[in-house]
């Protein structure tokens, strides 16, 4: 099956508790106020109220940020995922990173390394098609900050494993490749090489 839902436990990765108020209360939270964010730009477009619609910027960034990455982090995961990719997605990460293993080494480092909270990103570059490690602040788009094509995220915003996971971020990175649903993620490489 693919992607999850609050009543989806990932287990052994994350417990259900996490998963229904990372679902239910965060990714919601960022969904409204972006509506809410969309609402006021219109009026100031309607009002022609630039320096109103520049000052939501931020507001746009963060909670339209959120729900970008949560729409992606839900679809990379699955209670079945875990394993390695195949087929072309497997080349690639051998051919850029020398092994899975290596890719796997180097993407849990940079995404335990992010200061404070934010995402580890594995994207392609649109132009030379080519897989990267990436990492962003807070709820910062990969493909509207970077260029990058997202295809794997992983959330360390404390919300995403503290209940389960306490301060260990380490243990949490770790265990996330065990739901990673790599059949989604190939499918957003495909698309993106096309």
């Known amino acids: 099956s693919s992607g999850i839902n609050a009543e989806c436990p990932l287990r052994p990765g994350i417990n259900r508790d996490i998963m229904e108020i990372h679902h239910s209360k965060h990714h919601a939270t960022y969904v409204n106020n972006l509506n809410a964010t969309a609402l006021k730009a219109a009026d100031a477009v309607e009002s022609g109220n630039v320096s109103s619609l520049i000052g939501l910027h931020g507001a746009l960034k963060f909670n339209g940020g959120g729900h970008i990455n949560h729409s992606i982090f839900w679809n990379n995961l699955s209670p079945n995922g875990g394993g390695l990719p195949s087929g072309d997605l497997l ?31 594995l994207g392609v570059n649109p132009e ?67």
């Not at 990460?93 to 293993?101: H, L, M, N, Q």
């Not at 509207?144 to 990175?173: C, F, M, S």
């Open 91 to 121: 080349a690639a990460i051998e051919a850029e990173f020398g092994s899975f293993d290596q890719f796997k080494a180097k993407m849990s480092a940079a995404t335990i390394g992010v200061q404070g909270s934010g995402w580890g990103w």
């Open 128 to 194: 030379s098609k080519r897989l990267e490690i990436a990492t962003c602040a807070n709820q910062d788009p990969l493909l509207a900050t970077t260029g990058l094509t997202p295809l794997l995220g992983i959330d360390v915003w404390e919300h995403a494993y503290y209940l389960q996971y306490k301060n260990v971020r380490p243990e949490y990175v770790n265990s996330i490749w065990n739901i990673v649903h790599w059949d989604d993620v190939a499918a957003r490489y495909a698309t993106a090489l096309s």
